[in-house]
């Protein structure tokens, strides 16, 4: 899936952006992102902040895709926190269904990864709400352009004696070494986890 946002012919420069990384284990939640925006083959930003904390500081959050469009999603999750209190998946649930029935919300082009102590999901606006797969190491997620690299790298480390946070960053690296449109400017938030 392409996590970038503007003109939607294929002959014209899209936006391109970011890798964000979710790592539990340990008994802590880590969500790190890269700052890259790049639009065709230019960087246009490489700093930007697409990790955060919402909810009161209760819930951390990454998002890839358009910039604008998960403003208005972080926007539209922190209303939900606020009508659901400590109920992250529901909040994440009544979300997605509106992002995939709303006719503005459903061309917004971003997807988010959140956590806080309880849960860690991914929400996408096809209306998913989805879990990462655990083991017995801990579990990782990751979206955006260099996800899959980062991911494939969050599963490898996850069994090695690394703690969340190193294991989130490593992977950001790698996939900043594969992904042009990664880079190693990194955003961390944690949280204990139950």
């Given at each position: 899936?392409?996590?970038g946002a ?5 002959g014209q420069?899209r ?6 990384v ?6 802590r939640?880590v969500?790190v992102?890269d700052g890259?925006v790049?639009l065709?083959?230019?960087?246009i ?8 904390r919402?909810?009161k ?9 358009a910039?604008a469009d998960a403003f ?8 939900k926190l606020?009508q ?8 994440c649930?009544?979300l997605a ?10 061309r917004?082009?971003?997807?988010m990864?959140?956590a806080?102590?309880d849960?860690a999901?991914?929400?996408?606006g ?15 997620m990751?979206i955006g352009s260099?996800g899959n690299y980062a991911?494939?790298a969050a ?8 703690d ?5 960053r490593?992977s950001?690296?790698?996939a ?11 955003v961390?938030?944690?949280i204990e986890?139950k």
């Amino acid at each position: 899936m392409h996590n970038g946002a503007g003109p939607q012919d294929a002959g014209q420069d899209r936006w391109h952006a970011t890798t964000i990384v979710l790592v539990r284990k340990g008994g802590r939640t880590v969500i790190v992102g890269d700052g890259q925006v790049s639009l065709g083959q230019t960087i246009i930003k490489g700093n930007a902040k697409k990790v955060r904390r919402l909810g009161k500081g209760g819930v951390i959050a990454g998002f890839a895709g358009a910039t604008a469009d998960a403003f208005a999603l972080f926007e539209r999750l922190e209303a939900k926190l606020e009508q659901y209190p400590s109920q992250l998946l529901r909040a994440c649930v009544e979300l997605a269904k509106e992002w995939r029935t709303d006719r503005y919300l459903r061309r917004l082009e971003a997807m988010m990864l959140v956590a806080d102590p309880d849960a860690a999901l991914v929400l996408t606006g096809t209306g998913d709400v989805l879990e990462p797969e655990a083991s017995a190491d801990g579990s990782a997620m990751a979206i955006g352009s260099g996800g899959n690299y980062a991911l494939a790298a969050a599963r490898a480390l996850l069994p090695m004696d690394l703690d969340a946070e190193a294991i989130a960053r490593r992977s950001l690296e790698i996939a900043a070494d594969i992904c042009v449109y990664t880079n190693r400017n990194v955003v961390i938030e944690a949280i204990e986890s139950k």
